[in-house]
């Protein structure tokens, strides 16, 4: 479990990171913890990652 | 399990004071988000999701709301992929925006803190469908093109 999440936070960070320079820096950055239900799995949870520019 | 990543690319397209004296900006992007989630037989399914937005920045206090949709798409080993839409909205409030000054070119930064929902639709597949919600913290450094600066000043 615990080198899923860190793999999956490392999949979030590099989506981000790869998505950002292309307007230079981003403005801003958020960081979040998200639930969710999905109706053929159930609740899921699980770290959210963005930026703004 | 879950994941989830998103970007915004946005424009300022206006700024007015709609909402009484206090300065209120509107800021117009393209968001791009995606998210894993595993299932407990070990399945992973992936979202992505593209669509406008438009963000409301208002200050003081301040109070960031965007408000989205657009298309989603779903993957899962052994399923066609799927079509569908989603839409977004978020609320994010900090009680100040303090501006660079003479004395102090480098204010702390503001963050805020607020809850966003977002809801995907699937209508070829209906147990794809998914309602998340999510807490975030944002940080917002000491110049921000779409905010008026309020506070510590």
Redesign the interface.
Known sequence: ?RR??VR??S???A??AA??P??GA????????????????GW?????????? | MDAGARARFGELIVTGHPFGQRQTSFVLGLTVAGDLSFGDNGQVAFRAHVGPELAAYHACPVLVVPVGGGLSLSFERGYAASVGGYVGLAALFAPLHPAPTYSDPAPAPTFLAGAATRAAFFPASFTQNELALAARLVYLPGSHGGLGYCGGD
């Open positions: 479990m899923t999440l999956l936070i999949v979030a960070v989506v981000v998505a950002a292309a307007q981003p403005t801003e950055v958020h960081v979040g913890a998200r639930v969710g239900y999905v109706m053929g799995r899921t949870l699980g770290p959210e990652l963005g930026s703004e520019s």
